[in-house]
Nanobody, 124 residues
Framework: QVQLVESGGGLVQAGGSLRLSCAASGRTFSSYDMGWFRQAPGKEREFVAAIRWRYGITRYADSVKYRFTISKDNAKNTAYLQMNDLKPEDTAVYYC?????????????????WGQGKQVTVSS
């Protein structure tokens, strides 16, 4: 059973930075894709960023490219989302997700395992 535990997030002013962490357990994650998604009030869940664990290949949504960085720590089985230059429109609940790695695009919402979600609020 894969378990994903998120930490980080919170309240920040526009232009500030936050980091989310996703600690994974239950598997060896070298064969997994790890992703971050977010859902704002009244909106559908959307892709933010993902990483193919074995190769370190990353993909980002256009809205966060060059501001957010996804990374991983193999020894800690933990993925991170560093968020810089945050904007009010980044306000959402952020979810960590995992799936067995497939050839399909990293941004496709076919992830099997999900964290509990962390609130990120950016004030203007």
């Amino acid at each position: 059973q894969v378990q994903l535990v998120e930490s980080g997030g919170g309240l920040v002013q526009a232009g500030g930075s936050l980091r989310l962490s996703c600690a994974a357990s239950g598997r060896t994650f070298s064969s997994y894709d790890m992703g971050w998604f977010r859902q704002a009030p009244g909106k559908e869940r959307e892709f933010v960023a993902a990483i193919r664990w074995r190769y370190g290949i990353t993909r980002y949504a256009d809205s966060v490219k060059y501001r957010f960085t996804i990374s991983k720590d193999n020894a800690k089985n933990t993925a991170y989302l560093q968020m810089n230059d945050l904007k009010p429109e980044d306000t959402a609940v952020y979810y960590c997700a995992a799936r067995l790695s497939t050839p399909s695009a990293l941004n496709l919402d076919t992830y099997s395992y999900w964290g509990q979600g962390k609130q990120v609020t950016v004030s203007s």
